[in-house]
C-alpha cells in the first residue's frame, strides 16, 4: 500500500523493553525527520503520553502483552492527549492486526519491520485526518475477518 509522504513532522515516543530495539527504532523516526523520546515501560509511556506533547507512540508487541496492555490503556484514559495520539503498533500476525486495530491502533506493521514502511505509517498517521480514523480501523478490520 502506498503511504502519504511526510507533510509534517511529529514527536514520537518509541516503546519498546529491548533497549537496542527501542534504539533502533528511534534512529528511523529521526531519520524521517521527527523527534523521538524512548520508553521501556508501560507508566513511563503513559506518563510521556499524558505530559510530554507526543504525536505518534509506536509500541512493538512484545510475547508477555504489554504493548496490547499500554495500547488499551491510551485508548481507555480520559485525557485528551491519550484519546487524540496516532499509534502504530508492530507485531506479528493476523490475530494480532485484529486485536490491534480493534483496540483502536492507526496502523500495524507486520515483523520484521521495515524501516521505509515504518517512516511512512508515521508520516500518515500524522497527516490522517481525526475525522477519518474510525473509518480507517473499521476497513483494516474488515480485511481482516
Not at 515516543?13 to 529521526?30: F, G, K, P, S, Y
Amino acid at each position: 500500500m502506498r503511504r502519504a509522504a511526510v507533510s509534517r513532522t511529529g514527536h514520537v515516543l518509541v516503546v519498546n523493553d529491548d533497549t537496542d530495539a527501542c534504539e533502533i527504532v528511534a534512529r528511523v523516526i529521526e531519520a524521517a525527520g521527527h523527534e523521538a523520546t524512548r520508553s521501556h515501560g508501560h507508566d513511563e509511556a503513559v506518563g510521556l503520553v499524558a505530559n510530554s506533547g507526543i504525536d505518534v507512540v509506536v509500541i512493538d508487541l512484545p510475547g508477555s502483552g504489554a504493548g496490547v496492555h499500554l495500547l488499551e490503556t491510551l485508548r481507555t484514559r480520559p485525557d485528551e492527549a491519550s484519546s487524540t495520539v496516532r499509534v502504530v503498533v508492530v507485531g506479528a500476525g493476523p490475530a494480532n492486526a485484529l486485536f490491534c486495530w480493534q483496540s483502536g491502533a492507526d496502523e500495524f506493521l507486520v515483523r520484521p519491520l521495515d524501516a521505509t514502511e515504518l517512516q511512512e505509517a508515521v508520516a500518515t498517521v500524522l497527516t490522517r485526518p481525526e475525522s477519518a480514523r474510525a473509518s480507517y480501523r473499521a476497513t483494516a478490520q474488515r480485511a481482516l475477518q
